[in-house]
């Protein structure tokens, strides 16, 4: 507060002179500011950067087979090298559409520095994509993990592989069933064998009646030859109007709606279903469930194996379960590095008998867990269940089971069963004996007769063998880094954002997720660089 002296002057204190006295000083900004040399891009991007990563280790990889590809004449063409770059370092950075790494290549310092300026548009980025990389990008992978094991960061020896459900570009209410197709096969089979019981009845007063036509089988030339042969059976015969009405129809939509039928069944190819705007989809159960209400969403069944933190190898499955997708993914490993892998960890969603037998013809060590393991280390019910064919006490000379009060269950014979991959299980019978009248007949089984189990002696063998590698000290080490390939998953999927693919069909959609796996690898690298 200013001061008032006796003659009514005010005196300003120290404290609000120097407030009063203060500027605000901005630094200097001027826009059209000469400079002695030009900027370079080189300046600008920072010695650690992620970028550095990329160039460095796409200059190092061996792509001449990708170079060959291209034809001599004509306009000259960017250098494959630089579009693969571009791809790269866009996918690292989340940006998927060629039209927006197109954008960058403008605007992006980074992008600028990569390219050394050039600017491929981005029908150039989407052909190059789409259509150049589809048959070399997986050399191009094998050579990027081949180049990080040589520095140490990874390990091609030891495999964890896992599976997980991504969205394909397709719309999601146009669909076509495997069943539905069946069903309405079945309808036509079923209304043609009418009509011909038809013709039967008109001709029953008669003593020659026409030939059977074939109305077995459903195709569309038998089913157009059959139609014929009954119309010409009931040419110039009072027939009933709607049965007439049901020959035209038929004879107009039956055989061309086979034929439709068999290209569909064509392209489902044992599925059991189809995405019409992206036949190589199948509709799949999404993790991603904004409705949360299970909704099927057409998709494909990415598998990846990975050493800590780093992608080996990733292979696509057209289908749900993961069983089925095991010795594809191995024999693909197989094939990139020439070498087998010593080890692999995997969940129960693998540990089928096909897939153990694969893995023991090839000496891989199994840490796959099967479909109950977890239920035997946590459910103490389960686990000490007597009445559990696991449980029963076995006598291996004389080839018997004996049930929990003592009784004999003795071998009666073998049979086979087909499991949905064609994978033959060979099974032995085994039957009690008195199980009428037994105190322990209800919790023991509720079928009426003796109580007969199935046994798998293969598969039992396998399990016991997993089993003990699960809970010896390595195995539970493994267990706890099964983690880390759900987190190689989650990185991708909600850190980078990409939830959904780009491109459509088998052949792009692979390429697409080449392209993630070795940008999730390099953005790794950029993190913790090898020594």
């Given at each position: ?252 939509n039956w055989p061309e709606k086979l034929r439709e039928y068999e290209e569909k069944e064509k392209l489902l190819a044992g599925r059991k279903s189809l995405s019409k705007t992206d ?45 089925s997708l095991l010795k594809d993914h191995i024999e693909d490993y197989i094939e990139s590095y020439e070498q087998t892998p010593e080890e692999l960890l995997a969940d129960a969603g ?182």
């Amino acid at each position: 507060m200013a001061q008032k002296w006796g003659n009514g002057f005010k005196i300003k204190t120290m404290k609000e002179k120097d407030k009063k006295d203060k500027k605000v000083v901005f630094k200097r900004y001027v826009q059209n500011q000469a400079t002695l040399l030009p900027p370079s891009y080189e300046e600008m991007v920072p010695e650690k950067h992620a970028v550095r990563v990329v160039n460095e280790v796409i200059e190092r990889i061996d792509i001449s087979a990708l170079e060959r590809s291209y034809k001599g004449g004509g306009t000259s063409s960017y250098h494959p090298r630089m579009l693969l770059k571009v791809l790269v370092y866009g996918y690292l950075r989340n940006i998927y559409s060629s039209r927006k790494i197109e954008q960058a290549l403008y605007e992006n310092v980074h992008f600028m520095w990569l390219t050394g300026g050039a600017k491929p548009d981005h029908n150039t980025i989407s052909d190059f994509r789409s259509k150049r990389l589809k048959e070399h990008l997986k050399k191009v992978f094998g050579e990027v993990v081949m180049l990080l094991a040589e520095q140490g960061v990874l390990s091609l020896k030891e495999l964890t592989l896992d599976g997980t459900k991504i969205e394909a570009n397709a719309n999601r209410y146009t669909f076509v069933w495997g069943k539905a197709i069946k069903v309405s096969r079945e309808r036509i089979a079923t209304q043609l064998k009418e009509l011909w019981s038809y013709v039967e009845e008109v001709y029953s007063d008669e003593e020659q009646e026409p030939n059977r036509p074939e109305i077995e089988r459903i195709d569309p030339e038998t089913v157009e030859r059959t139609i014929r042969e009954i119309n010409e059976a009931l040419k110039e015969k009072e027939i009933d109007p709607k049965i007439k009405q049901k020959l035209n129809y038929a004879k107009k939509n039956w055989p061309e709606k086979l034929r439709e039928y068999e290209e569909k069944e064509k392209l489902l190819a044992g599925r059991k279903s189809l995405s019409k705007t992206d036949p190589d989809a199948t509709f799949m159960r999404m993790k991603e469930d904004h409705m949360k209400n299970g909704q099927l969403k057409p998709g494909y069944n990415v598998q990846a194996s990975t050493s800590g933190h780093y992608i080996l190898n990733y292979t696509l499955g057209q289908t749900t379960a993961d069983t089925s997708l095991l010795k594809d993914h191995i024999e693909d490993y197989i094939e990139s590095y020439e070498q087998t892998p010593e080890e692999l960890l995997a969940d129960a969603g693998y540990g089928s008998e096909e897939n153990y037998d694969f893995l023991e013809g090839h000496d891989i060590t199994p840490f796959v867990k099967y479909n109950y393991f977890d239920k035997e280390q946590t459910d103490k019910k389960h686990r000490e269940n007597p009445f559990n064919p696991d449980n029963l006490y076995y006598n291996q000379e004389s080839d018997t089971y004996y049930c929990p009060i003592g009784q004999q269950m003795k071998y009666i014979g073998d049979r086979q069963r087909k499991t949905a991959n064609g994978h033959i299980q060979n099974l032995r019978l085994y039957q009690a004996k008195n199980c009428e009248g037994c105190p322990m007949h209800g919790p023991c089984h509720k079928a009426a007769g003796n109580r007969i189990i199935e046994r798998n002696p293969n598969l039992i063998r396998h399990r016991k063998k997993v089993k003990q590698l699960l809970e010896s000290d390595l195995g539970v080490e493994k267990r706890r880094q099964r983690w880390k390939v759900e987190a190689v998953f989650g990185n991708i999927k909600h850190n980078k954002g990409f939830k959904r693919f780009m491109l459509r069909g088998l052949e792009k959609v692979t390429t697409e997720i080449g392209l993630i796996a070795i940008a999730h690898n390099l953005q790794r690298l950029s993190l913790n660089p090898a020594n």
